[in-house]
């Protein structure tokens, strides 16, 4: 039924809307609650990508001032804005190469709701760590302008590693801004930014690739999956950064932990059938 397909898609926009940013994983939630509605085909799983470009867009929209900015001095050869620019291409680079190269076998191999568990599980205790290592080892960088490019190719390899479903790209260049001596906030944000030329090039490469199975059918449910994807996502974007201003990660590491481990045991003990 159409008004169900139409449910599904809003209920998979605002999941990726809410998850997106925050460290736990979007991919790995849409895929958890796409197979439990039943929403995990190939078509679904193409969905699950373009939705995504409505979140992309509420941090286009929230920082459409600084992007203006940095489009304009990009034009006037401003040394502030091509530094910014410059930064923003050597962290994109590394996923873009490795993904182009291995999205598939990835896709094939690990997009399912265990590998997802592990990887939740895994990634909360690194974020764990990673609280603990910023009160032991103070951040040094307390501006996104005041990054370098050594600074931002490390985050952009730590972004190589959300990939893995269930890792979070928001947690991995968060994280791994942090670890590499980012303070929390620089990191928040940069993640951000470094979110709108990858998931554009996630999204143009994904329906470009599978272009097939779209239909015009298919479009009342791509712009409800976007638009609920969109509010959601600013919501979020807008809380965020006030949240790490006064708060650590720790509560996105639990809630990581317990989630993921109530997967493995709806798993191992045959509670949910889940896709492996």
Same mark, same amino acid.
């Not at 809410?18 to 736990?24: A, D, K, Y």
């Not at 032991?136 to 479903?165: E, S, T």
């Not at 690739?209 to 449910?221: E, G, M, N, S, Y």
């Given at each position: 039924?159409?008004?169900?397909?139409?449910?599904?898609?809003?209920?998979?926009?605002?999941?990726?809307?809410?998850?997106? $940013?925050l460290?736990?994983?979007?991919?790995?939630?849409?895929?958890?609650v796409?197979?439990?509605?039943?929403?995990?085909?190939?078509?679904?799983?193409?969905?699950?990508?373009?939705i995504?470009?409505?979140?992309?867009?509420a941090?286009?929209?929230?920082?459409?001032?600084?992007?203006?900015h /940095? @489009?304009?001095?990009?034009?006037?050869?401003?040394?502030?804005?091509i530094?910014?620019?410059? =930064?923003?291409?050597?962290?994109?680079?590394?996923?873009?190469?490795?993904? $182009?190269?291995?999205?598939? @076998?990835?896709?094939?191999?690990?997009? =399912?709701?265990?590998?997802?568990?592990?990887?939740?599980?895994?990634?909360?205790?690194?974020?764990?760590w990673?609280?603990?290592?910023?009160?032991?080892?103070?951040?040094?960088?307390?501006? /996104?302008?005041a990054?370098?490019?050594?600074?931002?190719?490390?985050?952009?390899v @730590?972004?190589?590693?959300?990939?893995?479903?269930?890792t979070?790209?928001?947690?991995?260049?968060?994280?791994?801004?942090?670890?590499?001596?980012?303070?929390?906030?620089?990191?928040?944000?940069?993640?951000?930014?470094?979110a709108?030329?990858?998931?554009f090039?996630?999204?143009?490469? +994904?329906v470009?690739?599978?272009? +097939?199975? $779209?239909?015009?059918?298919?479009?009342?449910?791509?712009? /409800?999956?976007?638009?609920?994807?969109?509010?959601?996502?600013?919501?979020?974007?807008?809380?965020?950064?006030?949240?790490?201003?006064g708060?650590?990660f =720790?509560?996105?590491a639990?809630?990581?932990?317990?989630?993921?481990?109530?997967?493995?045991?709806?798993?191992?003990?045959?509670?949910?059938?889940?896709?492996?």
């Amino acid at each position: 039924m159409e008004w169900l397909i139409l449910a599904k898609a809003l209920l998979l926009g605002i999941v990726e809307g809410l998850t997106e $940013f925050l460290p736990v994983s979007s991919t790995g939630h849409l895929i958890v609650v796409g197979d439990l509605i039943g929403f995990s085909n190939n078509t679904g799983k193409v969905f699950e990508v373009v939705i995504q470009l409505g979140a992309i867009l509420a941090v286009v929209w929230e920082y459409r001032a600084r992007f203006s900015h /940095v @489009a304009c001095g990009m034009l006037a050869r401003e040394p502030a804005s091509i530094k910014f620019v410059s =930064n923003l291409i050597v962290a994109f680079l590394p996923s873009a190469v490795i993904g $182009f190269l291995a999205v598939g @076998a990835i896709k094939y191999y690990l997009f =399912n709701p265990v590998c997802v568990a592990l990887a939740l599980v895994v990634g909360g205790f690194i974020i764990l760590w990673a609280e603990r290592r910023q009160i032991d080892i103070p951040p040094r960088v307390h501006d /996104v302008d005041a990054m370098n490019w050594k600074d931002a190719l490390k985050v952009g390899v @730590a972004q190589v590693f959300a990939m893995v479903p269930g890792t979070s790209r928001s947690g991995a260049t968060i994280i791994g801004g942090m670890l590499f001596g980012l303070d929390r906030k620089v990191a928040t944000e940069f993640s951000f930014f470094l979110a709108v030329p990858t998931m554009f090039a996630a999204t143009i490469y +994904d329906v470009f690739k599978h272009r +097939d199975l $779209f239909t015009a059918a298919d479009i009342p449910v791509f712009a /409800v999956g976007m638009v609920s994807s969109f509010i959601s996502a600013f919501i979020v974007v807008r809380w965020l950064i006030r949240f790490v201003s006064g708060h650590t990660f =720790n509560v996105f590491a639990w809630y990581r932990i317990a989630f993921g481990l109530i997967i493995l045991a709806s798993w191992y003990w045959g509670w949910v059938a889940w896709t492996v």
